[in-house]
């Protein structure tokens, strides 16, 4: 008999790491379905969760003033589907999954902590649900060791109540993107053939840094006049008015926002060097961009947050900076644009170390082995 698992998942329209775990996940073992509170029934998400042949409910939730009725559907629904297995994640599935979970007896609650310090620093009202649900999961997935250390540390979780399993990616994706593709989206946005183009994938929110990035930007045109910065993910976020300042000291045509770009494996190959800088150790609580942007084999320069204090190393696999220090980022810059060989082993390196541990499959196991109950 497979193993009844049900994903629910608040306020997402797509992710890849819910498609990838979709596809991958051994039907023959585990029966997969999901539920989406969303503002939207046609998400992303959902289309491709129908596309793979799994099961799907969706329930209205645009807020909290729905937080009544979502709870009775999702109440009704679990009841009826008695899951061996619910894994839930974001705050509002978060909470409302466990919470039901107990009172229907669900043995497996598992819930995945998505954030680390941010409710601590920017919400500490919040704090109290991150302990609602730490009570009510029968197992909670840190997504980095950063992520443990906060449970851990500044919420009292015992360690045997958590599991560490990275967030993954399904890297021939990141090494199978033809010619065609990129020339599409330089086309699409009008990048320049003469360059340099130093990308940049985060919202526009206070803790990712960028205000740091730009003036570094600024700089680098002094050498570079014809260097474009790209700006993914762009508009979204709190600190659009402060960042729109600092954008207005530059040329127009040296900077382009792309609020979304949906080819993200071509997106990365437009860039010669890749900037993640986060302002402390654990403000970012994973990054995916930083286990892409070394899949893609894109030159980085990085802060160490999330899951770049595991692994990455200056002038092995990134060049790394010091936190909120333009200077330092306007310099690491430089030096990939000038030092070509230099690049080469960072991309050689920070490729190697992706491929060996963050894998898409190597996540699939042991998710496999969470639902199973070890």
């Known amino acids: 008999m497979r193993t009844k698992v049900v994903y629910i998942i608040s306020n997402i329209d797509k992710a890849l790491e819910f498609e990838w775990v979709a596809e991958y996940l051994n039907q023959e073992r585990f029966e997969l379905s999901f539920i989406l509170l969303n503002p939207m029934a046609n ?19 645009s807020g909290k003033k729905d937080l009544v009725f ?13 899951p061996d297995v619910i894994h839930c994640h974001l705050p509002e599935a978060t ?20 954030h680390s310090t941010f409710n ?6 919040a704090v109290k649900y991150d302990l609602w649900s730490n009570q009510w999961a029968t197992k909670i997935i840190a997504i980095t060791q950063n992520v443990a250390d906060v449970l851990i540390e500044k919420e009292g979780v015992s360690s045997d109540k958590i599991q560490i399993i ?29 360059g340099p183009i130093i990308g940049v994938i985060s919202r526009y929110t206070e803790w990712k840094g960028i205000q740091y990035i730009i003036p570094a930007f600024k700089r680098i045109l002094e050498q570079y006049p014809k260097a474009q910065l790209v700006l993914a993910n762009a508009r979204k976020g709190e ?41 402390d150790p654990y403000c970012e609580a994973f990054g995916q961009i930083y286990i892409e942007s070394l899949a893609a084999k894109i030159p980085s320069v990085f802060t160490l947050s999330g899951v770049a204090r595991d692994f990455v190393q200056h002038e092995k696999e990134a060049l790394v900076v010091d936190f909120k220090s333009t200077e330092q980022i306007h310099e690491a810059i430089l030096r990939l644009l000038k030092d070509p060989e230099l690049s080469e082993v960072l991309k050689e390196n920070g490729f190697e170390v992706v491929d060996q541990n963050y ?7 042991q998710l496999s082995k969470a639902f199973d109950g070890n």
């Open 166 to 194: 990275n967030h993954s990616i399904d890297i021939d994706r990141f090494t199978s993107v033809n010619s065609e593709r990129v020339e599409t989206l330089k086309q699409k946005y009008g990048i320049r053939s003469e």
């Open 95 to 114: 909470l409302l999954g466990l919470s039901i979970g107990k009172i229907l007896g669900i043995k497996e609650r598992i819930y995945t902590r998505h």
């Open 239 to 279: 600190y659009v008015d402060q960042l729109d300042i600092l954008l207005a000291e530059l040329p127009q045509e040296s900077y382009i926002e792309i609020p979304f770009e949906k080819d993200l494996y071509a997106l990365y190959q437009l860039f010669d060097v890749f900037v993640h800088t986060p302002i």
């Open 70 to 82: 979502a709870f009775y559907k999702l109440y009704k629904y679990l009841k009826s589907l008695q």
């Open 359 to 365: 894998r898409i499959e190597n996540k699939i196991d």
């Open 43 to 61: 998400s992303h998400l959902a289309r491709f969760v129908e596309s793979q042949g799994l099961g799907l409910k969706y329930i209205p939730y």
């Open 120 to 125: 601590h620093d920017y919400h500490p009202h």
